[in-house]
């Protein structure tokens, strides 16, 4: 085989992507569970514990809590986990349901939420900015026509999540699905990779007292 730049053989450049490629589709074609696909050496190439939220594997709960597990199939479905509030969630169609990854004891609090009438297709937190006074965290959700803001707040007294309020806070996607969401846990910006190729920058503002208020602008 013909040399590649670098001097190294074409044959041997492709071998490792070529491997990638088959563990992806056999794992598409297995029920694994997250703390197996996640377990240093499962794969050739192996997740970061550096950068991000670093969520322990002995922190993730086998199984799913009674009032996921038991909603009817067949429907849209998209789920992830939250590390920043120790949360899993998934959705069914546009409701949004969470709950703490590290209850063991086999009834999790769920929080079902049903803030959008669209499809939900992402999901993420974010600090709030300064002026979002009563919010521990902003909901990040993304359906096929819009990305919204959602206040989630704990309970004063320990870790209990409360239902999450949906604000004025909201973007049209321009028909763009967005199929990941950043952010930056110390300013709380929040950046949108859409299908298209494109990164976008969700940049909201408030000059009410009020921020769950009529915002300003949201661009």
């Known amino acids: 085989a013909a040399g590649a730049p670098g001097g190294a053989p074409a044959d041997a450049q492709l071998a490792l992507p070529a491997r990638l490629v088959e563990e992806a589709l056999a794992q598409d074609d297995t029920g694994l569970r997250l703390d197996e696909v996640c377990a240093p050496g499962a794969g050739s190439a192996d997740y970061s514990s550096e950068a991000g939220p670093h969520v322990g594997l002995s922190q993730v709960v086998r199984g799913l809590p009674a009032a996921v597990s038991e909603r009817p199939q067949g429907t849209f ?110 300013t709380g910006r929040i950046f949108l990779g859409g299908k298209d190729g494109c990164i976008s920058e969700l940049q909201y503002f408030d000059d009410e007292a009020s921020w769950l208020g009529r915002p300003r602008k949201c661009r």
């Open 77 to 186: 479905m998209r789920q992830g986990l939250l590390p920043e509030i120790q949360r899993m969630w998934r959705s069914f169609e546009s409701t949004f349901v969470l709950w703490r990854y590290t209850d063991a004891s086999g009834d999790a609090e769920v929080v079902e939420y049903q803030g959008v009438t669209q499809q939900i297709v992402n999901a993420a937190v974010a600090r709030p900015k300064n002026f979002s006074a009563g919010a521990d965290f902003f909901l990040i959700l993304a359906t096929p026509v819009e990305v919204s803001l959602h206040a989630l707040s704990f309970s004063p007294a320990g870790d209990r999540l409360l239902p999450p309020e949906r604000t004025q806070h909201a973007v049209a996607t321009d028909d763009v699905v967005v199929s990941a969401i950043a952010t930056d846990e110390r």
